[in-house]
């Protein structure tokens, strides 16, 4: 039985800020991640700074996580996911479930050799910055794959820290407050066939894009002419996604500026409905925008496979009748929408949703549910971009904190 | 010989060796690690020259060592082994992630160079700090001034009184709220604001003081003094360890010139005042099944916000007087949850909406009317399309007031143009560059309410952690023979960084500032009677020498 003060569902920008937070104000955090490493989805995703900070907030993200290190009110599980949750007279207790840990992380240097040697690609390093500072290994596919008999990974580590016979476990938690803060989902753009996702090489998501820019920038080099295509599943009330997720156009201008910056001669589109941009943000990036950036009212009827290039069919309202572009690349802006596990955990935790399977909160950006002693932060209230996620992550933890410290008191 | 011997080491592992490649410049990096003993290690991730680097280390004599290297696990983890073999606990050693930073920001050095100048030297700054082992807390009151009482000030004088602090609120008009006090704006927002003004008024530790216009301030962190005149035209001083500015706008109208005499064009104030008198018969008479055209924002580059308002008249004028509204906007901006469904309610309720897509339409006004010339390419017009309307309402745009201008001028924020604060990339949005002021609600970006109550619980939260005392960098020295133990300069910090230190040979308790807390703003070295205090400026030798001299720095 493990019995710390508050437990952190979730592991990105909104978890990492929360913990940090209540960690700084001395509470013990038990922080929980279904995944092998924290982070979420933005620690995957590129710095856009061109010759001047593009203020994307990813880097943000890493920040956080960094601030983690060497806290020893911490303790955190990977691969682990609640199982079971029973109310007892103001605290909680849960189950936690956890895959097998086949890298002892107190081994682990990171060296990488594991992840060349295994044939089935099953190993992944965490993006530099995101603890636990381990390789992991996807049981999943390591075992189905090599039926336990293959053990290249083993004899290539140095230091001896796989261990591929460990076995799941599950953890008896006791905690007093629970932050709910697992996240969110993007849209999947194979339920719009007409925009060719998975069927038209050259047709990538935003969030491919964000991967291949981070990891090398220098291979999109051969893409002279670039599309974006915006609201991909958002503001689509025939989806069942009828809200705007507020972060697409914003990342998208600044992946614009940033290929732009990478190769002036590119040609990039932006084909879009309204440009959701405002406040500090217009300040900054409208005039250089509009200078680069080819902005094209509408969204593109079909995308199909020209020879070598990708055609990106639209009616050009101008002019009054249809026309098609090639393109060498066209990136999909996906949404954000609510994870699908968003329903199983609202069950376990009594919590409501919203009707678009966003957690429900009684005040918009302050995180308290109908539930006494869990709270919801970042994107998985709602859509909202990193900086809000941190900010609500932060928020949360500090209204936490208060609640212990008024029942310490009482 | 002693003072050498106190000089960090510097490990630079191959990995960030790579350092060097970026730019070329390393200026900066000597700058930086002047007066240390550096030493680049072949592969320190690998823990292979474990050895030979421990016998450097012992030979440097240092006992304070800084790796600038890789990320935890590699570079980051020989540490423990290498503190054992030095034979120095492991507290002495700090760590630079040059390695993470590298891969982030290799391709822009500028950015590069900033992240890792910074990293470094607030390493080798808290390296030098000395963190106390038994110090008493002391006991003192921080204060704040809240400058602006509309949501975003309301809520955070609020938290920060429960956070416990003394809050001094200075509002320009006569009464609490804002913009949002004004119902015909935002009545769910006049609803939120009411209730926060409540609380507030019963609230012992938040002192209100109604008809105070803040128009300058000086000093700094721990002690601000802000200037605010009140409604005889007095100026009144207000003194507070810190500062929140939550001014919000003043609102700018936007009908052209040429039109500004004609009854039939308003601004979306003008309009409002209608509004708030619906049954009148100057409202009926003009609004009840008029012919109506809303422009906001026909740029492209205003706030969020005026499209949003220009949205919700325009629904209240169709459906509470039966007019035939159209809303010409560049973008129909709904970027923020629940809004998609207002504006799609907005049209199903029958209000076109037009987007521009060559700038403003050209009104002409004439015969009680007005008529307006838009160009439509793209819903295949190849000539200007004309429409007339009765009334035309300009939606305003927004600005900083000159009193917040000058305000921001005097801490040394920008403040011109629409909002306040430099574009820098803080992990706190609502924390100003200097250090002590905030910036909360929509006098610091385009905000929803619900916004800005959360740049009220984040500033709290941040005062809060300011004073819980992070590690920081050593700036305070104290000369212990001129020190009169008043311990005037631990009544005046305004974040705990200076503390008493009871020693057993004294008679009275002496004041220490504590390194990891101090923030360098000066309050205890312009406070302390005795002269006894100074600040010690980071730039490399200077701090060393006053850190050898003084007792605010590292002790064996
Ligand atoms: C293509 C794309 C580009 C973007 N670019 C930007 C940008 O440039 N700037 C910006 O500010 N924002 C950007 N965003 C938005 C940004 O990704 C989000 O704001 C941010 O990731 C939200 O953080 P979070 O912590 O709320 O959620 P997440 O990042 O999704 O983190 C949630 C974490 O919880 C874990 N988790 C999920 N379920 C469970 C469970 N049941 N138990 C335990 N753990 C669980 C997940 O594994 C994950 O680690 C972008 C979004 C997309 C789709």
């Known amino acids: 039985m493990v019995t710390v003060d508050v437990v952190v569902l979730g592991g990105g920008a909104a978890g990492l800020a929360a913990s940090r937070t209540l960690l700084g104000r001395g509470y013990s955090v038990l922080l929980v991640e279904k995944e092998g490493h924290t982070g979420g989805r933005a620690a995957g995703y590129a710095c856009k700074a061109t010759d001047d900070c593009q203020q994307c907030q990813v880097c943000l993200v890493a920040d956080e996580a960094r601030a983690l290190t060497g806290a020893d009110q911490l303790k955190m599980l990977v691969f682990s996911s609640l199982k079971g949750v029973q109310n007892q007279n103001g605290s909680f207790q849960l189950d936690v479930a956890q895959g097998p840990i086949c890298v002892d992380p107190q081994r682990c240097i990171l060296c990488g050799r594991c992840v060349d040697a295994c044939p089935a690609g099953a190993i992944r390093l965490p993006p530099p910055g995101f603890p636990p500072a381990s390789a992991s290994v996807d049981p999943e596919i390591c075992r189905a794959r090599n039926a336990q008999t293959c053990r290249a990974c083993v004899e290539a580590c140095p230091t001896g820290a796989i261990d591929l016979q460990a076995a799941a476990r599950t953890h008896r938690v006791r905690c007093r407050a629970i932050i709910v803060a697992t996240g969110f989902q993007p849209f999947d753009p194979r339920q719009l066939p007409r925009l060719g996702y998975g069927r038209v090489p050259g047709v990538i998501t935003a969030e491919e894009l964000e991967r291949r820019m981070r990891g090398d920038p220098g291979g999109l080099a051969a893409f002279k002419r670039v599309a974006f295509v915006q609201c991909v599943g958002s503001r689509n009330v025939t989806l069942g996604r009828g809200y705007c997720s507020q972060v697409c156009c914003r990342y998208a201008l600044r992946l614009a500026a940033r290929l732009r910056r990478d190769d002036p001669g590119r040609r990039v589109a932006i084909f879009y409905m309204d440009l959701q941009v405002s406040g500090k943000d217009v300040r900054m990036r409208w005039e250089e925008l509009g200078r680069g950036v080819e902005l094209i009212q509408g969204a593109p009827a079909s995308i199909v496979a020209g020879e070598a290039e990708v055609l990106v069919r639209y009616e050009d309202l101008r002019q009054g009748r249809v026309r098609q572009e090639p393109f060498d690349l066209v990136v999909l802006s996906v949404g954000m929408g609510a994870s699908p596990h968003n329903v199983e955990l609202a069950r376990l935790l009594g919590l409501n949703l919203d009707p678009h399977r966003f957690f429900a909160t009684q005040e918009r950006g302050h995180g308290s549910t109908s539930r006494r002693g869990v709270w919801v932060a970042g994107s998985a209230a709602g859509p909202t971009d990193i900086g809000g996620a941190i900010r609500q992550g932060r928020s949360v933890a500090l209204a936490v904190a208060r609640q212990l410290e008024d029942r310490r008191h009482a | 010989m002693r003072d050498e011997a106190r000089c960090p080491a510097v490990l630079f592992c191959e990995c960030a060796g790579m350092l060097s490649a970026p730019g070329g410049d390393r200026d900066w990096l000597a700058a930086a690690l002047a007066g240390c003993s550096v030493r680049q290690v072949r592969q320190l991730c690998g823990g292979q020259e474990l050895d030979s680097v421990a016998t450097w280390l012992k030979q440097t004599g240092s006992d304070r060592i800084l790796v600038v290297g890789c990320h935890p696990g590699w570079c980051r983890d020989w540490l423990s082994p290498l503190s054992r073999r030095v034979g120095l606990p492991p507290e002495r050693f700090r760590w630079v992630d040059a390695r993470g930073e590298l891969e982030a920001f290799g391709r822009v050095p500028e950015i590069l160079r900033r992240r890792l100048e910074r990293a470094i030297r607030r390493q080798l700054a808290l390296m030098t700090a000395w963190t106390p082992p038994r110090w008493e807390r002391a006991r003192f009151e921080p204060t704040a001034v809240v400058v602006g009482a509309g949501l975003a000030g309301l809520q955070t004088a609020l938290a920060l009184a429960g956070a416990g602090l003394q809050v001094t609120l200075l509002e320009r008009q006569l009464q609490l709220g804002g913009w949002l006090a004004l119902p015909a704006a935002y009545p769910a927002g006049a609803r939120l604001v009411r209730e926060v003004a409540a609380q507030i008024e019963h609230n012992p530790r938040v002192r209100v003081l109604l008809g105070h216009r803040a128009d300058g301030v000086t000093g700094r962190l721990g002690c601000f003094r802000v200037r605010a005149w009140n409604s005889t035209g007095a100026p009144t001083f207000h003194e507070a360890s810190f500062l929140v500015v939550a001014t919000g706008f003043q609102s700018r109208t936007t009908v052209p010139a040429d039109l500004a005499e004609y009854p039939q064009v308003l601004s979306s104030s003008q309009l409002d005042k209608l509004l708030a008198e619906p049954t009148g018969p100057a409202a009926m008479g003009r609004l009840r099944g008029a012919r109506v055209a809303v422009v906001a924002d026909p740029q ?206 004294q008679e009275r308790p002496a004041a220490r500032p504590l390194a990891a807390a101090c923030e360098g703003c000066g309050a205890c070295v312009a406070a302390c009677p005795a002269g006894a205090l100074e600040l010690a400026s980071l730039s490399g030798e200077g701090l060393r020498a006053a850190l050898g001299a003084g007792n605010g720095g590292w002790r064996r």
């Open chain 2, 300 to 505: 492209g580059t205003a706030a969020a916000s005026v499209v949003r308002g220009a949205f919700r008249r325009a629904r209240r004028l169709q459906e509470e007087f039966a007019a035939e509204v159209v809303v010409f906007c560049r973008h129909a901006k709904v970027d923020s949850a629940g809004l998609e469904e207002e504006y799609r309610d907005l049209r199903q309720a029958g209000v076109t909406v037009v987007k521009l897509e060559a700038g403003p339409p050209v009104f002409r006004a004439a015969d009680g009317r007005v008529t307006a010339q838009v160009q439509l390419p793209s819903l295949g017009f190849k000539e200007p399309v004309s429409f007339w309307f009765d009334l035309v309402i300009f939606a305003e745009e927004r600005e900083l007031d000159a009193a917040t201008r000058t305000l921001l001028r005097d801490v040394g924020l920008q403040g011109g143009g629409e909002y306040a604060g430099r574009a820098q990339l803080h992990r706190l949005g609502v924390r100003a560059g200097p250090a002590g002021i905030w910036l909360v609600g929509s006098c610091r970006d385009d905000l929803e309410p619900w916004e800005c109550r959360l740049d009220a619980w984040e500033a709290a939260g941040d005062v809060v952690e300011l004073l819980a005392a992070g590690d920081r960098q050593v700036l305070v020295t104290v000369d212990d023979s001129r020190c009169a133990r008043c311990l005037t300069c631990v009544r005046v910090c305004g974040h705990r960084a200076v503390q008493v230190e009871r020693d057993p040979d």
